[in-house]
């Protein structure tokens, strides 16, 4: 039997995602956890896991420049498109690997062989355990692409780890936004919880993330974060989870004790204010 998988998104950042994530970690007592923001993972922030495996991510590929074999002939500088090539003073070839987009052009059109297209490492992933359940996560090296394949790749191993422990469920805390990272934590989830503010923006994005939700025919509700904030924006919220047919899983008021739980490693459910509408969404 496959584990239950619940994904919590946001159509931007800052609403308290995470926040809400680590909380339901917490409640859940034992489940797979898995932090789907590679780009900005910081759910390993409250959870301190103890890292046990460590792997490499290999995506694409980038040009290897051999200097024994270049013969500085610049047929490289007249067909790279992205600038990866210069000329130094001295007239040798440089390869700038940051800029390299790895279409493998200039390696097909190296005479001498001196260029070869070799794995992209973009980042790593780990395995690793908490107290509140093992963790799939990674880190995405900076300006790296192909998030949404690390995020699949997640996803994969969260699912293999629940089989193999016997776990039956799997708490994914997804990217903000609705770009290919979102999208590759969307599919196939069971269940996605979307976590917004009463705040102009926060209220735009929602509807974005859940038109995701509504394109990948995945059941959504909602949980409004700071929600005493803004009350004409709280009745547009609802307002747009009524025509969408998403519930309103829980109103959270704004707590001044939040952020400092969050500073010290605490999790929102030992603050009084915000503890029952999390545990009564969960």
């Known amino acids: 039997m496959s584990a239950l998988e619940i994904t919590i998104l946001s159509g931007k ?6 926040s809400v994530s680590a909380a339901f970690v ?27 495996e460590t792997h490499v991510f290999e995506s694409g590929f980038v040009a290897e420049l051999d200097p024994a074999l270049c013969r500085n002939c610049g047929r490289c500088l007249t067909w790279c498109r992205f600038d990866a090539f210069s000329e130094g003073p001295d007239g040798i070839i440089e390869l700038d690997q940051s800029r390299c987009e790895g279409c493998g052009v200039c390696a097909h059109f190296c005479r001498p062989g001196a260029l070869v ?11 690793s355990e908490t107290d509140f359940g093992p963790m799939m996560h990674a880190r995405l090296n900076p ?6 394949k690390l995020i699949s790749l997640l996803r994969q191993e969260a699912t293999r ?16 936004g609705i770009g290919c990272p979102a999208i590759s934590a969307v599919g196939g989830t069971d269940y996605v919880v979307l976590v917004t503010e009463p705040t102009p923006s926060g209220v735009s994005d929602l509807g974005r993330v859940a038109g995701l939700c509504a394109h990948f025919d995945r059941p959504a509700g909602i ?7 803004d009350s004409a924006r709280v009745a547009e919220i609802e307002d747009m989870a009524a025509s969408r047919g998403m519930p309103i899983l829980a ?22 204010e915000t503890a029952p509408a999390l545990v009564a969404a969960w």
């Open 143 to 148: 300006g790296e692409e192909n998030s949404g």
């Open 13 to 18: 950042g800052g609403t308290g995602k995470t």
């Open 117 to 127: 297209m070799q794995p992209r490492v973009c980042g790593a992933w780990y395995q």
């Open 161 to 176: 780890l629940a089989v193999d422990r016997g776990m039956s469920l799997i708490l994914g805390d997804g990217p903000p």
């Open 251 to 272: 109103y959270i008021p704004f707590a001044n004790g939040a952020m400092r739980a969050l500073v010290e490693g605490r999790s929102l459910l030992d603050v009084p």
């Open 26 to 52: 917490r409640l859940a007592k034992q489940a797979v956890i898995c932090d789907l923001d590679v780009d900005a993972s910081d759910l390993p922030l409250l959870l301190t896991p103890d890292v046990q």
């Open 223 to 229: 949980i409004i974060n700071k929600a005493d904030l």
